[in-house]
């Protein structure tokens, strides 16, 4: 039996589709040193994270539960990362 591979596309789940979000409209940065995500504390950026979900939800999910990951995953990144040291 003859078999192709066909490529499927990747399923990523909810909350990394929000963290590409929030990252592609500047809310959320990554500490450069460790890799923790730092709020950006940018009112104009988290605005236009919300714009790019109400244009565009992710596929398979309704336009509430897109949104309500935005808002988890921006209410579970503080604005410091926890291994630099304070300034």
């Not at 499927?8 to 929000?18: D, E, F, H, K, T």
């Not at 040193?33 to 999910?61: C, N, T, Y």
């Not at 209410?75 to 630099?84: L, Q």
Request: aromatic share 4%.
């Amino acid at each position: 039996m003859l078999m192709t591979k066909e490529r499927r596309p990747a399923i990523r789940p909810l909350r990394g589709w929000a963290i590409s979000v929030l990252q592609e409209a500047g809310a959320i940065r990554e500490c450069e040193e460790h890799g923790w995500m730092q709020d950006r504390g940018d009112p104009h950026a988290r605005e236009r994270a919300f714009d790019i979900v109400r244009q565009d939800p992710r596929l398979g999910a309704s336009l509430e539960e897109a949104t309500a990951e935005i808002g988890d995953v921006l209410d579970s990144i503080g604005d410091t990362c926890p291994e630099c040291p304070p300034d």
